[in-house]
């Protein structure tokens, strides 16, 4: 469960303003919204890599904010990342990629490893690219291992920042079915960051609308895609003409 | 409900041009030595964390050597070139103005390797050093910054100073000390030469070392240590706070070149006064 309380952040502008929101365990959360309206900030403050201005983070009952770094470092055991930019290191090969946050936060043995990197390679279709440099893969293959990465631990808690971006439509709706079926499978608790409404809202159980900074919706997908808010209704049935 | 009553109810009154307001004036210089404070804080935070994962950080195999490599090896033309030039510019010069007073030049090679052991091969090399290993060092950590590889780092609970500064630190002080080392020996081999072809001195006359006694050593040794650990410490600081895009990046390089010279300039005069004191002059 991820539970946010008058969250405030600025960046010589105000970014978030006064966002509280709740995300229930064990639930698809997305979250849409324009471009600069702080979805991005929000999942950095999630996982305590951004401390906001005001209030407060809880994650399944713990106070993310209050946190020592040795606490957060072990915390962050529980959290799976994708970030916007896939954040693929560039001087380790895709193998070395997925595997790096098992060898970073379990001790475990390397045949296992290279098992499990192999087996999160297969399921987002790039068999064989283990020796592979992220150098020499497409946008769309960068996004893939990036997917990869972000749930080679089975983290109960999955953070998701445009998983979709860059990649065909086939792809992306492959994607978006993989990630709902390991969410379904493990039971995380998953916030997602789309551009892509169509496919993700094929996939969400709640969904949030940010805009300016603040959180102007909050409910499941279906009263989303039935809310006569214009904001919401113009941007998740993507109409030209409105108040966005 | 018109569409502007929904719009509003829904979010709310946003002022848009909430931008927080630049200080002028006497709030600005406040400003602006607040943010040196803060600025130095984090720079000592930073190397603090540096020598505690020295001690106590993961190893990772090859890492050291890499950087070695990358330190050392690829600077080396770039710093011999340098230190060959300024070895031949120094002692014309020196050997120019001390003809116009004495007519003996027989102690201007022990003056020149006094000199260059005490100070010069350490403060000049490492200035070249801070331009050429900082600015890269900069660039490196802060490319990662803005790709939020960094970012990623601190989720699989790798301290980005323990991963990516660390083995640069040590790399660092290894590599600024052998560098310098040759690089002052082939410094003195230029200047030998210029004396022989010059003023003609004898190279067995020109290599003397009755001037160079254990203080010279130690504060000579004492600089390119110190001088090792500044630049990767301050320009692994100012990758680390890469703000931005690539545009970011451009300025913490040059935050880096900047402020890594200023750091040897200072250390410089720190070193110098301690071991005047200590020695003598």
Not at chain 1, 114 to 131: D, I, K, Q, T
Request: charged share 15%.
């Amino acid at each position: 469960m991820i539970e946010l309380r008058g969250i405030v952040k600025s960046f010589g502008r105000p970014v978030l303003r006064d966002i509280t929101m709740h995300v229930p365990a064990g639930c698809l959360y997305g979250l849409i919204g324009p471009g600069a309206s702080g979805k991005s900030v929000l999942l950095k403050i999630v996982t305590g890599l951004m401390r906001p201005d005001a209030g407060s983070v809880h994650i399944d009952g713990r106070d993310v904010l209050s946190m020592t770094d040795l606490e957060l470092q072990e915390f962050r055991k529980r959290i799976g990342m994708l970030f916007q930019n896939n954040a693929l290191f560039d001087f380790m090969t895709v193998a070395e990629n997925i595997a790096f946050p098992l060898r970073r936060l379990f001790d475990l043995p390397e045949p296992e490893i290279r098992e499990r990197v192999a087996e999160r390679l297969a399921c987002v279709s790039l068999p064989g690219f283990e020796g592979r440099m992220p150098s020499g893969l497409s946008g769309g293959q960068k996004k893939r291992v990036g997917v990869a990465r972000a749930t080679v631990i089975q983290a109960p808690i999955v953070l998701y920042d445009e998983p979709a971006a860059g990649l065909d439509p086939v792809t992306s709706q492959k994607i978006f079915d993989l990630l709902r079926a390991e969410q379904q499978a493990s039971g995380a608790t998953v916030l997602m960051v789309s551009s892509d409404l169509d496919r993700m809202l094929t996939v969400t159980d709640r969904v949030g609308m940010m805009y300016k900074g603040r959180l102007i919706f909050d409910g499941t997908t279906a009263e989303a895609y039935a809310s006569d808010d214009p904001f919401v209704h113009q941007f998740v049935h993507g109409i030209p003409e409105g108040p966005l | 409900m018109t569409t502007e009553q929904h719009a509003s109810s829904s979010v709310g009154n946003i002022d848009e041009d909430a931008y927080v307001k630049a200080p002028t004036g006497l709030a600005a210089l406040g400003a602006g030595a607040l943010e040196f404070v803060v600025a130095g804080r984090m720079l000592y935070s930073v190397f603090v964390k540096t020598l505690y994962y020295t001690v106590r950080g993961v190893r990772r195999p090859g890492a050291i050597a890499q950087q070695m490599y990358e330190i050392g090896n690829r600077s080396m033309v770039f710093l011999f070139v340098v230190m060959g030039f300024i070895g031949m510019i120094l002692v014309y010069q020196a050997g120019i103005q001390t003809k116009r007073v004495v007519p003996d030049l027989s102690l201007l090679g022990a003056t020149f390797l006094e000199l260059l052991v005490r100070d010069l091969a350490a403060s000049i090399g490492a200035l070249m050093l801070a331009t050429r290993v900082g600015a890269g060092i900069a660039a490196e950590i802060g490319s990662m910054v803005v790709t939020e590889q960094v970012d990623a780092l601190r989720m699989c609970a790798a301290d980005p100073v323990d991963y990516l500064l660390k083995p640069r630190f040590i790399a660092s002080i290894v590599m600024t000390t052998v560098l310098i080392t040759l690089a002052a020996g082939v410094a003195f081999g230029t200047g030998m030469w210029t004396g022989y072809a010059f003023f003609d001195i004898n190279p067995r006359t020109f290599v003397n070392m009755s001037m160079v006694d254990a203080g010279d050593l130690t504060v000579g040794l004492t600089k390119c240590i110190a001088y090792g650990a500044a630049i990767p410490v301050v320009s692994g600081y100012c990758g680390l706070t890469t703000f931005g895009g690539s545009e970011g990046v451009g300025w913490a390089t040059t935050r880096a070149v900047v402020n890594s010279s200023l750091s040897v300039i200072i250390l410089n005069f720190f070193i110098s006064g301690a071991g005047f004191l200590v020695f003598g002059g």
